[in-house]
């Protein structure tokens, strides 16, 4: 139901843009959460990006090591959301998941993995320094 996509190889400082599409979803009425996981380590919320309609429309959360750095955003009309990543640092690498949840709730609230209901597929994200 969901495909992510747009991972690869990238230099330490570069830039990648991982997409997320929905099929059959209702995607609209769903928030969305990119998440990864790297080697040896347990899966981790990076950002995520409330839905259009809700208490908090469109709001956003990052992880403290992402901040300023990536920014999630959705196109409802094109069913995708999308995570821009700016300035790689090595310990980006890792695979990249999105997921949607339903909720109204702003998105600062859902940080966790057992929130959200779908999964895309991993894409996988390596950086080199």
């Known amino acids: 139901q969901l495909q992510a996509s747009g991972g690869g190889l990238v230099q330490a400082g570069g830039s990648l843009r991982l997409s997320c599409a929905a099929s059959?979803?209702?995607?609209?009425?769903?928030?969305v959460g990119w998440f990864r996981r790297a080697p040896g380590k347990e899966r981790e919320f990076v950002a995520g990006?409330?839905?259009?309609?809700?208490?908090?429309?469109?709001?956003?959360a990052y992880a403290d090591s992402v901040k300023g750095r990536f920014t999630v955003s959705r196109d409802d009309a094109k069913k995708s959301a999308y995570l821009q990543m700016n300035s790689h640092i090595p310990e980006d690498t890792a695979d990249y998941f999105c997921?949607?949840?339903?909720?109204?709730?702003?998105?600062?609230?859902?940080?966790?993995?057992?929130?959200?209901?779908?999964w895309g597929q991993g894409t996988q994200v390596t950086v080199s320094s």
């Open positions: 990006i409330s839905r259009s309609v809700s208490r908090n429309p469109g709001n956003t």
């Open positions: 059959t979803l209702p995607f609209s009425t769903y928030a």
């Open positions: 997921a949607v949840a339903f909720t109204f709730s702003s998105i600062r609230y859902y940080t966790s993995p057992s929130q959200y209901s779908y």
